[in-house]
C-alpha cells in the first residue's frame, strides 16, 4: 500500500516562496521510478485540482494553466520523493496541497500541507 506525507506548507506574503515535499513509502524505487506522480491542490467550495505533473522515468511536466511559470515540479527517484517550488505566490494560492499519482491518483491521500498567501 502506498503511502503519502506532505510537508513544507506554511503562511506566507503575497510574492513569497515555499518548498512542499512529498515522501512516496510502500513502493520500491524501481517500481516508483515507472511512475507519474503530481501534486493537487483543493480550497473550500472547489473541487480538487491537479497542478503539476512529472514523469518519473523521463521527467516530463505539465502545469495548468494557474501555475505555470510560478511553480517547479521535480521529483527524485532514488528517495521516492516528489517536490514542488512555489514562486510568486498569490493569496489565491491559498490551499491544502496534496501528492498523488497523476493520472489515476490513490484513494489513500495524505493529510495535505497547508499553504496559506496573506499579508
Known amino acids: 500500500q502506498v503511502q503519502l506525507v506532505e510537508s513544507g506548507g506554511g503562511l506566507v506574503q503575497p510574492g513569497g516562496s515555499l518548498t512542499l515535499h512529498c515522501i512516496v513509502s510502500?513502493?520500491?524505487?524501481?517500481?516508483?521510478?515507472?511512475?507519474?506522480m503530481g501534486w493537487y491542490r483543493q480550497t473550500p467550495g472547489r473541487q480538487r485540482e491537479l497542478i503539476a505533473s512529472i514523469s518519473a522515468l523521463d521527467h516530463r511536466t505539465n502545469y495548468s494553466d494557474s501555475v505555470k511559470d510560478r511553480f517547479t515540479i521535480s521529483v527524485n527517484n532514488t528517495q521516492n520523493t516528489v517536490n514542488l517550488q512555489l514562486t510568486s505566490l498569490r493569496p489565491e494560492d491559498t490551499a491544502v496541497y496534496h501528492c498523488?499519482?497523476?493520472?489515476?491518483?490513490?484513494?489513500?491521500w495524505g493529510q495535505g500541507t497547508q499553504v496559506t498567501v496573506s499579508s
Open positions: 510502500g513502493i520500491s524505487p524501481p517500481i516508483f521510478s515507472l511512475l507519474y
Open positions: 498523488n499519482y497523476g493520472l489515476r491518483p490513490a484513494n489513500s
